[in-house]
């Protein structure tokens, strides 16, 4: 796909001959060329780009096009070492600092870099703790430093590590430096807060690659679940492979069972998942019903349908999930069912997870009564969490109202405490074999076990000793996945020991004194953002435009006026109207001669002007071949072919802070092959050259079934 770029065409060749020698490409993917351009600018980026894109290329890339080091901090060590010998097997210099690599060699990983012999340095966060390393930083400054999986800077992100919000605190030099922040997570939020963190307020968001086209984008509102279900059985009758989620294990058994259907979700034994995904991956049509804990990984290209039997939590969970379909570039439908009760059950978990002020301070206030008198431990029994709940009164949210008071800092489970018990974990086959058989890295599961052998493999150990939070950083997976996969594999792939109980929890000295209090700032945002979250899909299902487009802007993608023109939203647009007479063919297709010729340069009054005829200097103007082509027509009659034109998805408009209009690949199509104006409709009645119509809206918001044959 073309892309725009900033700076100068001249300097192209060149980066695409650094791209061809160091990496063997032959062409930029979508976005890329324009990170490179601006990173070489030195420009301080925040890079969204989805899993796959390619977004370490787009610092590698200027890395090897500039002179020095650059700096990689990433939270994922298990694969660390993937990245430094993809780069190595390229002849490009790199090396890893993280606790598999031995003192000597570490030493001499940094005097390389010192010495302009590395081009790259990867590190884990914890790697900042060393007084010895943040030495050698302030004495060899490098060109760019690279956080790659931002969003776990970011405590409204789904992965957040205190380790990483830390660096940014401890480590001054770094902010002399070019920093830039690579991640897949789409939410304006999460981007806000990175921004934040690395105290970087000037920090321009790149959002790219997240279109596509091949997929048709529809909502349908029902009244009651036999509404939905008759929906989803009309859905059916199509029989293509085809995916159902719903939002609960209980919703996912029942209509699985009503349907008829087989299903998966987290709750179903080991065995019996493997044979639902076998099914899925391999039956020739299947339709699965699952949870959202299945799809990460699913290797199926021809996923046909993607039916949301519940409304989701957020947008960007909805994209990701409606985002299996048609992987293989071949048309594909996302149906999401929309209903009442559904929302109303989002706003009811989401006061749940958001606990008042009140209820927070009254858990810390039974907590500190609990505590042993002399100051430190609570010994906390899963049990005593009911109780607890009763004495606050606040049964539904005394998890929550924990979880908040450990992120804040005010109670800690004792083995965050420190470096925590250590545990030691033991794989039962043998490393290679454990790597070999989950190579494919299609479940949660298969990804830990391939991490966990790759990196005992790097670091020449047969078992992990360490706490479980050694583990996390080692793995990539949160303490609480961790735990569901210890558990879950306990015996059966691993074995696993630790000797401290869980549930011990430690009050900080402050909320022991009473001298610290929950934050309600904190809470408030919280309950802010989960708000907006919700707010996004509710946006999303009353979108009155393209559904596709409305995503992206909510994303932050630039994509100007871009539709998909195949949602149910931009088919109701093109529904109705009357086609063009023979004249407004013909006045469209000037329209278009007159566009390919300064395509994307102008914005619409300008370009308006040019097609009427409008005296201008410029010769960019009065020399067009097309310069007064509507003349005889008028303004108004102009201005409404231009807006069915942009209706149809012929044309246009950029975006940024001079948005110019463009021919889409639909209008250049269109002037090769006139059909394409078919597309085109007019509200106007034929003969008068009557009052411009504004191009018909969604009818009104999305509270009617649409769409349902
Ligand atoms: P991300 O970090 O965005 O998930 P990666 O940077 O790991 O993705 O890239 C994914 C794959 O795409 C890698 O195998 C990489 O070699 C490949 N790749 C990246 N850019 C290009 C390109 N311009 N042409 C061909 N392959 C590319
Ligand atoms: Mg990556």
Redesign the pocket.
């Given at each position: 796909m073309a892309v725009t770029t900033g700076g100068g065409a001249g300097e192209t060749p060149a980066i695409l001959e650094a791209?061809r020698r160091h990496?063997g490409?032959?062409?930029?993917?979508e976005g890329?060329e324009e990170v490179v351009r601006r990173i070489l600018a030195g420009e301080e980026l925040c890079v969204v780009?989805?899993?796959?894109?390619?977004?370490?290329?787009c610092y590698q890339l200027p890395a090897m096009m500039r002179p020095g080091y650059t700096l990689v901090i990433s939270p994922l060590i298990a694969l660390m070492k993937d990245q430094v010998d993809?780069l190595n097997a390229h002849g490009l210099p790199a090396a890893c600092l993280n606790s598999a690599v031995t003192p000597p060699q570490q030493t001499a990983a940094m005097r390389a870099a010192a010495d302009g012999q590395l081009k790259f340095l990867y590190l884990a966060p914890e790697r900042f703790r060393s007084a010895q390393f943040n030495d050698f930083l302030e004495q060899h400054h490098p060109a760019l430093v690279v956080v790659d999986e931002a969003h776990c800077i970011s405590q409204w992100g789904h992965d957040f590590r205190p380790d990483y919000q830390r660096i940014w605190q401890g480590t001054p030099v770094l902010r002399q430096l070019q920093v830039c922040a690579?991640t897949?997570t789409a939410t304006p939020h999460v981007r806000d807060d990175i921004r934040e963190q690395l105290g970087r307020p000037g920090m321009e968001d790149i959002v790219t690659g997240f279109r596509r086209p091949n997929l048709r984008f529809s909502v349908l509102s029902c009244r009651g679940r036999q509404d939905k279900l008759d929906v989803v059985e009309t859905l059916l009758a199509k029989r293509v492979p085809t995916l159902i989620y719903c939002s609960t294990r209980k919703e996912t058994e029942q209509l699985a069972g009503q349907l008829g259907l087989r299903m998966y979700h987290a709750g179903m034994a080991e065995a019996a998942r493997r044979q639902a995904q076998d099914y899925f991956v391999s039956d020739t049509c299947p339709t699965l019903v699952a949870t959202n804990a299945f799809g990460m990984g699913i290797d199926r290209a021809d996923v046909r349908q993607v039916i949301h039997f519940n409304v989701p939590g957020s947008l960007e969970a909805y994209y990701q999930e409606a985002g299996r379909a048609g992987r293989d570039g071949l048309p594909a439908d996302c149906v999401l069912i929309d209903s009442y009760t559904d929302v109303r059950i989002q706003e009811y978990l989401m006061d749940v997870n958001n606990p008042p002020f009140e209820v927070v301070a009254a858990v810390l206030d039974q907590l500190r009564r609990d505590c042993r008198a002399d100051g430190s431990c609570l010994w906390w029994p899963e049990a005593a969490y009911e109780e607890l709940g009763e004495r606050a009164k606040c049964a539904a949210q005394v998890g929550t109202a924990m979880r908040i008071l450990e992120r804040q800092g005010l109670l800690q489970r004792a083995f965050t405490h420190v470096a925590g018990p250590l545990g030691s974990l033991r794989l039962l086959a043998p490393l290679a074999q454990v790597e070999a058989d989950h190579a494919a890295q299609r479940t949660q599961r298969d990804i830990f076990l391939y991490r966990l052998a790759r990196w005992l493999q790097t670091c020449g150990e047969h078992s992990f000793q360490g706490s479980i939070f050694d583990l996390s950083r080692c793995t990539g997976f949160s303490v609480e996945q961790l735990n569901r996969l210890l558990d879950a594999l306990q015996d059966k792939a691993l074995r696993w020991h630790c000797d401290v109980p869980d549930g011990v929890l430690l009050l900080s000295p402050q909320a022991r004194d009473g001298s610290a209090a929950p934050d309600r700032d904190w809470l408030e945002k919280k309950r802010q953002l989960d708000r907006r979250r919700l707010d996004s899909v509710r946006g999303y299902c009353r979108a009155e435009g393209c559904r596709q487009l409305h995503i992206m802007r909510y994303f932050g993608e630039r994509v100007g006026s871009w539709r998909c023109g195949v949602c149910d939203q931009c088919g109701q647009r093109t529904a109705g109207g009357r086609e063009l007479t023979p004249d407004e063919r013909r006045w469209c297709r000037s329209i278009l001669l007159a566009l390919q010729v300064v395509d994307g340069r102008f914005g619409r009054r300008r370009f308006a002007g040019l097609l009427l005829g409008a005296e201008d200097n410029s010769p960019d103007i009065t020399g067009h071949p097309q310069h007064g082509c509507l003349a005889t027509v008028g303004k108004d009659k102009a201005d409404e072919l231009l807006q069915a034109l942009e209706a149809a998805g012929l044309i246009a408009v950029t975006d940024g802070d001079y948005p110019c209009l463009e021919l889409t690949g639909a209008g250049h199509a269109a002037l090769r092959d006139e059909a394409a104006l078919a597309e085109v409709r007019l509200f106007s009645r034929p003969d008068g050259h009557a009052k411009a119509a504004t191009p018909r809206r969604g009818r009104a918001g999305a509270c009617h079934p649409r769409g349902r044959r």
């Open positions: 791209l990496f490409h032959t062409a930029f993917r890329q780009m989805p899993t796959g894109a390619g977004k370490s290329l993809a690579f897949a």
